[in-house]
């Protein structure tokens, strides 16, 4: 499988859309951060997403899909990486995240469990932890170096 991880353009936001609502991931807000998406591209078929909303130096990490039928080959960990690699580039020193199912995944990129009160006042007011995740997700935070 020949994938290409990229940045999210404006027509790709619909198939982004559509990938996470049958990945049942919240869609709230995406088209607000489309410009820290990125999108897995199989020639012009997207496969993958990962997003993150930037909050000064802190940032969320949402809507890190792949494709059922494209699972297992690698893909969430390289747009977990890509994103990762991305929050550095924007100055991110802490990285947090809500799942309910995905937490065993996110340990290997250095997240850990944290309380919701303990997550950055500007990442607690998102949308994700606000409204679109319910509250027994768990939250997770990764420091970024």
Avoid at 117 to 127: E, L, M, R
Wanted: proline share 3%; charged share 20%; hydrophobic share 50%.
């Amino acid at each position: 499988m020949n994938v290409v991880i990229a940045a999210a353009t404006g027509a790709d936001l619909p198939i982004v859309l559509n990938l996470l609502q049958r990945c049942k991931l919240p869609q709230a807000g995406l088209e607000k951060h489309l410009a820290t998406t990125l999108v897995a591209r199989e020639g012009i078929r997207i496969v993958g997403s990962a997003a993150l909303e930037l909050y000064g130096r802190a940032a969320l990490l949402r809507s890190v899909a792949v494709e059922p039928s494209s699972r297992g080959l690698g893909l969430g960990e390289q747009l977990t990486n890509a994103a990762l690699d991305l929050a550095r580039s924007r100055g991110v020193r802490a990285i947090y995240l809500l799942t309910d199912s995905a937490s065993v995944f996110f340990l290997r990129f250095g997240f850990h469990r944290v309380l919701r009160t303990d997550v950055d006042p500007a990442v607690q007011g998102s949308v994700e932890f606000t409204d679109a995740c319910p509250q027994s997700a768990l939250a997770m935070r990764a420091d970024l170096a």
